[in-house]
């Protein structure tokens, strides 16, 4: 549980560096446009995975041209804003610079806290379904430190080009992935509302969705590759708001 009580925001899936360079010029300024709009002192914002397309991190190369991003994070937390950014499916590995460089807290799995009485539960939403198998075996092996140390090895350029493509096949199989009512994180969300959680907050799927069922809600923040947007829940309310340019 969160000590101090702000205003919580959220947001899932831009994916930064997907698209050609406009596309993502346009895409980076309408995300740090929304995190300049945030009070510093009275907000707390969720990353709920995947930020970047893809981000394998080396010790001592960071990748180019996400510099205003980098700048409007750390501008925020600075000035005493709080930001928790939970690892998605195109994470592919995050070392110290978000923790250390911009004041960042890292959550490399699910998160459970208590804002306003309400009880949420937060995660990206990857490996969470039933029949996930593989993917739950892909998972442990992109993050097995061992594995990790010997692909630091290979040079950056041909690193992130391998990273790039690893990407672009994890997003064609969330895309065919069946997320609907028959076995996807609706049901997941479900089952974690009948067990006392007011909220239940996921990305991954790229769908936009807020159900409301028993005495809780499972919100989907969609992703920004269509229709950015969202998440605010202030004063026990939680509206999903779209973003104009």
Request: hydrophobic share 40%.
């Amino acid at each position: 549980m969160f000590a101090v009580e702000k205003t919580v925001y959220f947001v899932s899936d831009l994916h930064l560096g997907l698209g050609e360079k406009k596309e993502e010029e346009f895409k980076e300024k309408l995300f740090v446009s929304f995190l300049n709009s945030l009070n510093p002192e009275t907000s707390r914002l969720f990353i709920v995975g995947d930020l970047f397309d893809y981000w394998f991190e080396y010790r001592r190369v960071i990748q180019k041209g996400y510099y205003r991003t980098f700048t409007a994070i750390k501008n925020f937390t600075e000035q005493g804003g709080t930001v928790h950014y939970l690892i998605g499916n195109h994470d592919f590995l995050h070392r110290d610079f978000f923790e250390a460089d911009l004041k960042v807290n890292l959550i490399r799995d699910n998160l459970e806290a208590t804002f306003s009485g309400k009880k949420f539960f937060i995660a990206h939403g990857d490996g969470m379904l039933k029949n996930d198998t593989g993917y739950k075996i892909l998972k442990k092996i992109l993050n097995n430190k061992f594995l990790q140390a010997i692909y630091s090895l290979i040079h950056p350029d041909l690193g992130i080009w391998i990273a790039s493509s690893a990407s672009k096949t994890s997003r064609k199989y969330t895309t065919q992935k069946d997320y609907g009512f028959a076995d996807g994180l609706l049901n997941v969300a479900q089952e974690k509302i009948e067990a006392g959680f007011d909220y239940v907050v996921f990305g991954h799927s790229h769908v936009k969705q807020f159900v409301k069922h028993q005495n809780g809600f499972y919100i989907n923040l969609g992703s920004w590759l269509d229709n950015p947007c969202y998440g605010k829940f202030e004063n026990g309310n939680f509206e999903i708001i779209d973003l104009k340019p």
